[in-house]
Structures are given as C-alpha cells and as structure tokens.
C-alpha cells in the first residue's frame, strides 16, 4: 500500500514539472434570475356585466336621467315617446294614463318604449282594493287577504301582476310591508297584515305570486306602522329604537326581501332614535337594508312630491331632495305630485351638477345607474 502511494505520488510530481497539471473543473454556469426568464403573471381582468358596460358608454346626463322615475298626465302616444326620449329610466302609470281597457293600455305603455332592446321600467300602483289603477283589477285586496291563508295572497298577487304584465308594465309597487299599529292607521286597509308574523308571511306569498310576472316592490321601508300620520301630508315620524324595529316592524321586510323582491321603496318616515331625516334620505336606513337585510336590489324612494307636500320647507325643493336621495343611497328617485313635463329633466340636470360639484360622488351615480340598468335589461329579455 506504501509503494502504491508513492507511486502516485510520483507521477503528480513528474505532470506538475512538465506544466500538464489537470484543468480545473468547469464552474457551472449561474441560472438566470426568475425575472430575467418568467414575465409577471398576468392579472386576471373581469368581464363587465352588460349592464356595466351600458353604463360606462353612457355621459353623466346620461346616467342621471337613467336613475329618475316620472310621469306625465296623458294618454297621447306622440307624448309619451317624447317625454320618454329625453332618456328617463322609468315612468309610472298613473289614473290619466290607463284608458278603458287592457288592450289600450298595452298601446300606451308600448309608447313608453324608445329601445326595445332597453326598455325603461314601467311601475304602477296596483295594491288593489283602496289604491288600484286598473278598474278591471279583480283579485283580493290587502283587506281581505289579511284572514286569509298565505296561500291566497299568492293567488292574489299572481292574478295581479299577469294583469299588470298584460297592460305592458313590468314593475308593481303593490305590497304593503307595514305593520300598522291600530285599525285607524291610513296605511291599515292597505297593509297585508295586522302583526309582524302574518304580516310577513302574506308578503312573502305577494312576492312569490309575483315572481317571473312582474319586478316585485317592497314598500314603505322601514314601514309605516310604528310612525303615526299620513305622509302625504306630514314626514309621520316615531322615537322607537333600531332594537324595537328589528324586534316587529323589520319582519314583513326582511321577509320580502328574502323572497325576493327586485326593489324596496323608502317612505317618508322619521325613526328619529336612529336618525332624523326621514327615511328615503338616511343613509343610516340605506346601509341597514344593504347589511343587515342583505337587499341587493334597487332601492327607489317613495314619491319624492309627497315630500315637497309634506309643509316642511326643508323639503320644498324637489331636485334638492333628489340630489340628497341619490347620495345616501337610493338608486332611483320617483317623483309625481307638484310635477311638470320638465320636472324630471329638472331633476336629471340636478343630479348630474351635482356629480360634476363633487356632491354625489361619480361612483355612487354609477352603482345607481348599474342597479337600475340590470333590471331594465332584464326585462328586456
């Protein structure tokens, strides 16, 4: 073993004088940093939804004209198409517009349509019974359903909206939400009603009846009841508290909206323990139908001419009182009594100004304009 050492040994020894020393071995060579070789991964971007994308390609005039709901006192085609080519997103029907029969109300409200591929929403009042725009309304009104099974408010509701689809509207503002405190409540013949239980469970039915027929609307968010006084005549305002709502008056709601219902309408009414304003201009009241009802729909104040009614000169100003019912979060305002052919484009104007002052942020047009947008698509359908 010593010699072989040696021997090796001795050949280094000789390699080394003659200069043929072994090369080193090669180093490797360094891999490329992951940037030098990967480009970044490419985020993901989401499609717009349709109505999205209507909106983007809309101007702010536009869009503020696409979140207003009027009306005009007439039957005249020619009138209507005009009224209606200034870009409103609705109209409602009132007495004036409906003629004798179905049939002539389909012609009018055809009128109404100036894209067919975007119609706008067509609403009408059609509880039955004390507030009904169509004469040949012949299903149960609130009154009688109130001791009836659940099962015949559907019933009801189902007969009422195939004849509000036959007339050629597409949205009702018929179910009654509130919970009246006392028989001589004026919201208590039109209630669905008479406790928070039965109530809830005929809104619930109302809005199934309705479904596929019509778009469902709730009213008057956060209900009537608890608020004494008419407000078509005052903002009726009451000190219960948030807990005392949830506990009764948040039922029938709750119950809608879960069903269902496309749209909720805010009253005029003051729960002045959770904020002063009333109702169809708190974004507190706003933010608890969003979080804690989870409504996910289009939010319309109640008729904004009731306000400007209501005597308090807080509230005279109807394109003031859209301006504020758009910020706090309504997505549609409605406006009929004290209106004129150029109310609504009063009020679009008003809304836009107050996007480009910087009073309604443009996003919150924007959301406003989506909502209204994906329903008009909808029913376009």
Not at 264 to 269: I, R
Not at 322 to 328: H, R, T
């Given at each position: 073993m010593r010699r072989t050492l040696v021997s090796v040994a001795a050949v280094a020894a000789l390699l080394l004088a003659?200069?043929?020393?072994?090369?080193?071995?090669p180093r490797p060579t360094p891999s490329p940093a992951p940037s030098e070789t990967a480009s970044a991964t490419p985020v993901p971007t989401r499609t717009p939804t349709p109505a999205e994308q209507a909106v983007v390609d809309m101007s702010v005039r536009e869009r503020a004209a696409s979140v207003v709901m009027g009306t005009i006192a007439t039957q005249e085609r020619a009138a209507l198409a005009d009224y209606m080519a200034q870009g409103y997103g609705g109209f409602i029907l009132m007495s004036e517009n409906v003629p004798a029969t179905p049939e002539e109300l389909a012609d009018v409200t055809a009128s109404l349509v100036v894209d067919p591929g975007v119609p706008p929403l067509i609403a009408i009042d059609q509880e039955g019974g004390a507030v009904s725009r169509?004469?040949?309304?012949?299903a149960a009104a609130a009154q009688a359903l109130q001791q009836a099974p659940p099962g015949e408010t559907e019933a009801a509701f189902a007969r009422r909206a195939d004849l509000?689809?036959?007339g050629g509207a597409n949205v009702n503002f018929g179910i009654v939400a509130d919970v009246p405190a006392d028989a001589s409540s004026f919201i208590a013949p039109r209630a669905l009603g008479t406790d928070p239980a039965s109530a809830s469970e005929r809104v619930a039915a109302a809005v199934a009846g309705e479904s596929g027929r019509v778009l469902s609307t709730v009213k008057h968010f956060p209900g009537h009841g608890a608020a004494p006084?008419?407000?078509?005549?005052?903002?009726p305002s009451t000190d219960l508290t948030l807990d005392d709502w949830r506990a009764a008056d948040a039922e029938p709601f709750a119950a809608g909206v879960d069903a269902g219902a496309e749209l909720?309408?805010?009253?005029?009414?003051a729960y002045t323990s959770v904020d002063d304003a009333p109702a169809s201009l708190s974004a507190r009241w706003h933010d608890i139908a969003r979080d804690e009802l989870g409504f996910d729909g289009v939010a319309i104040t109640d008729d904004l001419g009731m306000l400007a009614s209501s005597g308090d000169a807080g509230y005279a100003d109807p394109v003031a009182n859209?301006?504020?019912?758009?910020?706090?979060g309504n997505d549609m305002v409605l406006m009929i009594a004290t209106s004129t052919p150029r109310t609504a484009g009063e009020i679009a104007d008003g809304i836009a100004a107050a996007v480009d002052d910087g009073t309604i942020p443009d996003e919150r047009l924007q959301e406003a304009a989506e909502r209204v947008m994906a329903l008009r698509l909808g029913v376009a359908e």
């Open positions: 003659a200069g043929c020393a072994p090369e080193p071995a169509l004469p040949w309304d012949d509000v689809a036959q006084g008419d407000s078509h005549q005052s903002i909720l309408m805010f009253g005029h009414l859209a301006v504020e019912a758009i910020a706090v």
